[in-house]
C-alpha cells in the first residue's frame, strides 16, 4: 500500500474519533485544577490524547495547557501544530453544532474545520507514516493546543515549560498553499488628559468597537451657545451629520466597516469625525489635540503623516487602524492596531510614533505586539510545502503573505499550511461549520507526505 492508500484505509476509525470529539463542547471556560481553559477544553484533549495512545503512540499532556503525541527517533523532532478549543456555536446552526452529524459526505458540527477536523486527522496521518514502514530521520511530533481561540496561552506556557522547538512544521489552522509572511501586529493605547477653555467645550466622543475594525460609526458631543449651535448644525460635509442637541450639536461620522489588517477597504469614522472637528473653532489644548490627530491620523491607512510608513515587496506597505476613540470632558483614550510588514521590525515603527505621541503630550497606556513571522519562499520548508501540495492538487501554489496572524506565530519555525483550499467558501467560526469528507481525507493525505517529507 502506498502512504495515499494507507491514509484512505484509516477513513472509518479517523471519522469516528473526529465525531467523539466534536461532541465535547471545548470553548474556553472557567479554569479548574488541570484545566486551565476550564473541564471542555480538557477533556477534549484527554479524548485526542487517548486516541494517539490506541494507536500506539508516545504522549504527553502538559498540564492541560497543550498535549502531544509523537513517533519516531532522532535528535531533530518536526511538528503539526493544531488546537482542539473552539469557538461558541452562536445561532442559525440547522444542525446539532456539538453533534457531528455526517450528512452528504460532509460532517458538521463546531470544529470540523477549525481546528479539530484537521489535529484529528493528523493523528491517523501519523499512524499511516509509521505502518507505511518508510525510513524518517527526525522525530514526528503532532501538538494539540487547547488556547488558540482566546489568547494562545498555550503554547506560551509550553515554551515557557522548555517545551521542545520543532526544526520545522506546519499548522492546519488557516489555507493552502502556504502563508509564509504574517504582518507584525501593534495594538497600542494612548491616552492624554486635559483642560478645555474657549467657548466650544467637547463633551464626549465615542467612536469604534474593537483595536481590529475599522469604525463606521463616530459621534461628538460638544457644549456651545445656542447661536454657535445653530450655526455649526447648518454645516454640511459628505457622511457627517450635524444635530442641535439641548447641550449644544452633535457631531456624527459615517464610515465603512473593515478588518483592521486591511483598514484601505473601509473609511475610517473616527478619522473623519476628527478632520471635521479640525474645522470648528475649539481653542487651546483641545485644538491642538484635535489638530494633532486630525493631520498626523485623519483617514490615513498607512501612516505616512504619522512618518511611520514602511513597504516591501513581500507584504507590502504598513497598515495603521485607528479602532478605537473615547473621550470626555477631561481626558481621551484611543487605541491603534497596526501591523509592519514582514521584514521589517518593531524598531523601524514603533519608537517613531511613541515619540510623536508622547512629544503631542499623550501617554502610552498599554501596548501589545505579536512580531512577524517570515521564513523566505527558498527555505526548505517552504519548498517541502509547496511540493507536497503540488503532489496532491497538481497545483503550483505561490506562497503568500498576509496582514493577519495565524497559530503559526505561537511557536518557532512554523507556518499556517491549510486545511481550507483555494476557492473554498471559509466556514470558521460561522454557523453550520462543516469539512467535506473527501477534503478531510485530502488534508490527511497532505498532512502524511508533508510530515514524511519534513522528517525523512
Ligand atoms: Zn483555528
Redo the contacts with the bound molecule.
Keep these: 500500500m502506498t502512504l495515499n492508500e494507507r491514509v484512505l484505509a484509516m477513513k472509518d476509525d479517523l471519522l469516528a474519533c473526529l465525531q467523539e470529539n466534536l461532541r465535547i463542547p471545548s470553548v474556553e471556560d472557567t479554569p479548574a485544577e488541570g484545566a486551565p481553559y476550564g473541564i471542555a477544553c480538557r477533556e477534549s484533549l484527554d479524548h485526542a490524547l487517548k486516541a494517539a495512545e490506541k494507536l500506539g503512540f508516545r504522549t504527553e499532556n502538559v498540564d492541560g495547557h497543550v498535549g502531544w503525541c509523537e513517533y519516531g527517533e532522532g535528535e531533530e523532532m518536526i511538528a503539526v501544530l493544531g488546537?482542539l478549543d473552539v469557538v461558541p456555536a452562536g445561532d442559525g446552526w440547522s444542525f446539532d453544532p456539538w453533534g457531528g452529524e455526517i450528512r452528504d459526505d460532509r460532517i458538521f458540527g463546531r470544529g470540523t474545520m477549525?481546528?479539530k477536523g484537521p489535529s484529528i486527522a493528523a493523528i491517523f496521518a501519523l499512524a499511516a507514516l509509521r505502518d507505511s514502514g518508510l525510513k524518517l530521520q527526525r522525530r514526528v511530533r503532532v501538538l494539540f493546543g487547547c488556547n488558540?481561540?482566546t489568547g494562545a496561552r498555550d503554547l506560551k506556557y509550553y515554551l515557557a515549560n522548555g517545551g521542545e522547538i520543532p526544526v520545522m512544521g506546519f499548522t492546519p489552522?488557516a489555507e493552502y498553499p502556504v502563508i509564509n509572511g504574517e504582518k507584525g501586529i501593534i495594538n497600542v493605547t494612548y491616552s492624554r488628559s486635559y483642560q478645555q477653555t474657549g467657548e466650544l467645550k467637547l463633551l464626549s466622543i465615542q467612536g469604534g468597537t474593537a483595536a481590529n475594525v475599522t469604525p463606521a460609526y463616530a459621534k461628538a458631543k460638544i457644549s456651545c451657545s445656542p447661536d454657535l449651535a445653530q450655526r455649526i448644525a447648518k454645516l454640511y460635509a459628505p457622511s457627517m451629520k450635524f444635530s442641535l442637541r439641548d447641550y449644544g450639536v452633535q457631531v456624527e461620522a459615517f464610515g465603512v466597516s473593515a478588518h483592521g489588517s486591511t483598514p484601505w477597504q473601509g473609511e475610517n469614522a473616527i478619522g473623519r469625525l476628527m478632520l471635521a472637528l479640525d474645522n470648528l473653532p475649539f481653542e487651546g489644548e483641545m485644538q491642538q489635540i484635535i489638530h494633532f490627530l486630525a493631520e498626523k491620523l485623519g483617514m490615513e491607512t498607512t501612516g505616512k503623516s504619522a512618518g511611520i510608513y514602511l513597504h516591501d515587496d513581500v507584504s507590502g506597505d504598513l497598515s495603521l487602524n485607528w479602532g478605537t476613540l473615547n473621550a470626555d470632558e477631561e481626558k481621551l483614550s484611543m487605541v491603534i492596531n497596526y501591523r509592519y510588514p514582514v521584514t521589517k521590525e518593531y524598531g523601524d515603527c514603533a519608537p517613531a510614533l511613541d515619540a510623536l505621541f508622547a512629544e503631542a503630550g499623550f501617554e502610552k497606556a498599554a501596548e501589545a505586539h505579536k512580531a512577524k513571522l517570515y521564513i523566505p519562499a527558498d527555505s526548505d520548508l517552504v519548498k517541502i510545502l509547496l511540493k507536497v501540495y503540488k503532489e496532491h492538487t497538481g497545483i503550483d501554489g505561490k506562497p503568500v503573505s498576509i496582514g493577519g496572524g495565524t497559530?503559526a506565530k505561537s511557536l518557532p519555525n512554523i507556518l499556517a499550511f491549510g486545511p481550507i483550499f483555494p476557492g473554498d467558501e471559509v466556514r470558521?467560526h460561522k454557523p453550520d461549520e462543516f469539512i467535506e469528507i473527501p477534503k478531510l481525507m485530502k488534508n490527511a493525505q497532505i498532512i502524511a507526505s508533508a510530515m514524511y517529507e519534513m522528517a525523512k
Design positions: 488546537h477549525d481546528d488558540e481561540e489552522d497559530y470558521e
